[in-house]
């Protein structure tokens, strides 16, 4: 629980021994070969290792200043703040052996992921069995692999990562107080809901009966809130839940701010993950067995909220160590739209995100969305996510890479036009931006099912392309080797539209959103953007951003960004949205993460009897010889354009056959 952990924290706060360096010491707490010694390529046999870090920063260096009331953090007999983060690693046995490169996944709510997505597999939190590794190509590759916990409140689950955030208080160690919102929408009635998100840890009430707790319903996002009387809900003893008598609706959205004390320190997240890789890139970890030298470069990679909190490390400026170095040298931010993140401000809570009907109003789709700096002309702000405290010298190079659900679910066309969508944003030399034409956020397992979608979800596999972006982004930080071109919708040649320009075909059964995920100018108080202090809960609302969709072609398919061969030579139409099917949400709103599988009639008769406009797999194609035939033509012109790895194609041919079994066996379940 909350009071557990920050009695450790304030505990280790306590140490007073002499520091002189960012990261004080490593502990290792437990070491194993990986599949028994097994050799992988160059880089020879793997190890992992598990345990934790600890830091200490300097309050008073600029590189720290960043940091959301690092002056308020308490400080040990040398004037440094102290906390803790875990890591774990897997490394080459002899670190001489491997690529260089330490490719560092941002823990998504504390768990690991790199290695099933690049890997293909299922992953594992501690991955052991051959399975787990999948076809181990980011072993095959050399890369050292490190996660290093960032966020303070993950789950209470074994094997995820954390930070040990210390507690900020006021001069003479008195309570700091704030306001906390909660939201939830039950899909079926309940009677009680915790605080905080997805069994995340929650930020307790302090004074259940105090007047400025409040619990509102409204039907809609943007409806008007309607205040529930005091007197029908309570706050659990817990401090970190919340009960009604009567019951939660389904489908309502529920909003409960409330009074809590004692913030951590959550900026210290981003700062542990910078000097952890300052140390691996600058310094020596005998803990670990690597020598100075042996790590030269860095990349770092994240998915979803890992991919904003990527976008939030770079807004700030943390990619410079406190020697002003630079950190990363290549960033992967992946499925994060246009977002940022509840990661450096007062209360934040950062597993909080934004979707069209889950997590409204928290600090995650706000200007600036861009990298060059823009002016919005509503409110006049100038800024830039890349412009607002980055030194130039300083910048990595960045991939933004995209699902076809980030458009409508994560305003993902605003970080690449101007604020008003009438044009495209210049992008800079060191950012290269992809669309993975027709996928979903994250790759829906095959064969598909329905789950809150109305729609099958959608299998599209994209991560045969990220394989090979991979090996282009530590190619262009390792020798200067350009990277394949962006491929993205742009409003210059008409493949970025408004929804209402999509143009979808008339498919049987198949509703189209009518409106994307919004992203608004939101007021969170004045004193936000200067200090990270939230005062409005929830914030003001001002006018939503403009929001546009990748154009699609008469088989409602994407035509622009990196076309997978399942999508250029294509069964289906897959699209990043879902609507929610009617037990999870609401049947016109866009459901969470989801993409849709609409298969094709498999035979002319099919289309004719269901008047579906688009043509049949019969009518498309000879044969399944055929068939794959043109997929693998569509994979080897990737190849050629840098998109795809050449040895990759066998096993792409072989998932392209299964797609086609599955479709046209009637054993599928497809009408």
Known sequence: MIRSIVRSILLLSLSSAPLHAEVVRIEVKSRADILGGKSFGSAGAYEKLSGRIYFAVDPHNSANQIITDIDKAPKNAAGKVEFSSDFYMIKPKDPGRGNGTVLYEVSNRGGKGMIGFFNLSSGSLDPAKAADFGDSFLLEQGFTLLWAGWQFDPPEREGLVRVYAPIAREAGGRAITGLVRSDFVPTEKIYEAPLADRNHIAYAVTNP???????????????????????????????????????????????????????????????????????????????????????????????????????TYLFYGFNEDESHRKVFDGVMAHVAGSGRGSFNHRFAQPSRDGHPYLNFFYPTDIFPFTDIAQVDPETGVREGLLTHAAKPQLLPRVFYTNSSYEYWGRAASLFHTRVDGLEDAPLMPEVRVYLLAGGQHGVAGFPPSRTIGQQMNNPLDYRWAMRKLLVSMNRWVTDGVEPPPSAYPRVDNGTLVSPDRLRFPRIPDVRVPAVPHKAYRADYGPDFLATGIVTEEPPKLGSAFPILVPLVDADGNEISGIRMPELAVPLATYTGWNLFNGRAGPRDVVSSMQGSFIPFPRTRAERERTNDPRLSVEERYQSREQYLSLVSKAAHELVEKEYLIRADLPRMLEQAGARWDYVMSRASGIP
């Open 209 to 311: 009966h105090d007047p400025a707790n409040v619990l509102t319903v409204r039907d809609s996002v943007e409806g008007p809130r309607r205040l529930v009387p005091r007197d029908q809900w309570q706050f659990n003893t817990d401090g970190a839940s919340i009960r009604m008598v009567a019951g939660f609706e389904p489908k309502k959205i529920y909003e409960v701010v409330y009074k809590s004390q004692d913030p951590p320190v959550v900026g210290v997240g981003p700062a542990a993950v910078r000097d952890t890789i300052a140390k691996l890139k600058y310094g020596s970890a005998g803990e670990l067995s690597i020598a100075q030298g042996a790590i030269k470069r860095a990349i770092a990679f994240g998915i979803s909220q890992s991919g904003r909190f990527l976008r």
